[in-house]
């Protein structure tokens, strides 16, 4: 596997993590807990979390198809002949990333770099 960071069409990408939606979670998290601690405990669990997943899982742009792996295991493979649409919600700050296949609808926080991501799903899979 050919790791890059900038996409290419022969190559796959693996995307970097990003830790700033967990970060920002957590440390919103902590100030709640004094004045609502359930909230604020689980802001701060769910921040948590998707540090870990940033942590523990990869994504991988191939030229056929975006693979996700937690260390050396491919736990799931999306190909782009599937994929409908996608879009990454709220620019400026972007928090989520939706891509629609035929039989089914997904919803993934942006725990990797968003740049790149962008720049892989143009790249790769043409958006309606």
């Not at 604020?40 to 669990?45: P, Q, R």
């Not at 940033?54 to 050396?72: E, H, I």
Request: glycine residues 4%; hydrophobic residues 50%; proline residues 9%.
């Amino acid at each position: 596997m050919t790791t890059s960071a900038t996409p290419n069409s022969v190559s796959s990408v693996e995307l970097k993590p990003s830790y700033n939606i967990p970060v920002v979670l957590v440390l919103a998290g902590i100030p709640l807990l004094l004045v609502q601690p359930l909230l604020g405990g689980a802001i701060a669990l769910f921040g948590l979390f998707l540090m870990y997943q940033a942590v523990s899982l990869r994504l991988v742009f191939t030229p056929t198809d975006l693979d996700v792996f937690r260390g050396d295991k491919m736990i799931r493979r999306f190909p782009y002949q599937e994929w409908l649409n996608w879009r990454i919600f709220w620019e400026p700050v972007p928090i989520l990333f939706y891509f629609k296949e035929v039989k089914s609808i997904h919803f993934l926080p942006i725990i990797f770099d968003p740049k790149i991501l962008k720049a892989c799903l143009e790249q790769r899979c043409q958006r309606v």
